[in-house]
């Protein structure tokens, strides 16, 4: 009986069913100065099978799922535009990005008080504003996607403190 349970468990563990993939295609869009829109794909997925991981468009070998992966977004020095390298070769003016059941933004804002840059980063519903002219969305991971995305760099507070 022993054999026939140890043949199971280990048929269970090996099964490629019980691998945990994600493929989490990440489509968004960035908005130009001119208004021009121009749609981008980035995202992540996991073959914990083939031990890979697919960030954007290129796949890496990893002995297993990396805790984070982080995007800087830096602004411009006169604050009117930003980069992500990972969505773009230059600058542009904001970004909508849609990663799984997450939703990440940088819109553009009028205040009647000084904001840096006049930006509004919002993941998944929450407002941010810029403390300075770099911050960075983490993307954590789970086995089957992401657990959570979270702002560095950033205050709820509109950075006028």
């Known amino acids: 009986m022993k054999p026939l349970f140890t043949f199971l468990m280990l048929c269970l563990i090996y099964c490629p069913a019980s691998f ?7 489509k968004g869009e960035l908005i130009y100065p001119t208004g021009m829109v121009k749609p981008f794909e980035f995202g992540f997925g996991w073959n914990e099978a083939q031990s890979k991981i697919r960030i954007g468009n290129k ?10 992966y982080s995007v800087a977004i830096a602004m411009s020095k006169d604050e009117k535009n930003v980069w992500v390298q990972e969505f ?8 909508n990005w849609q990663i799984g059941s997450h939703v990440i933004s940088l819109r553009k804002q009028s205040f009647d ?6 930006y509004v980063l919002t993941v998944d519903g929450t ?9 960075s969305i983490t993307i954590k991971f789970a086995q089957d996607g992401i657990e959570s995305v979270t702002a560095d760099g950033v205050t709820k507070d509109m950075g006028n403190k």
């Open 127 to 135: 407002d941010y504003f810029f403390v300075s002219r770099a911050a």
């Open 88 to 95: 773009a070769k230059g600058y542009f003016e904001q970004f």
């Open 113 to 118: 008080h000084a904001v840096k840059g006049d």
């Open 59 to 68: 796949q890496y070998d990893l002995n297993e799922l990396p805790e984070s």
């Open 20 to 26: 945990a993939d994600f493929d989490l295609p990440g």
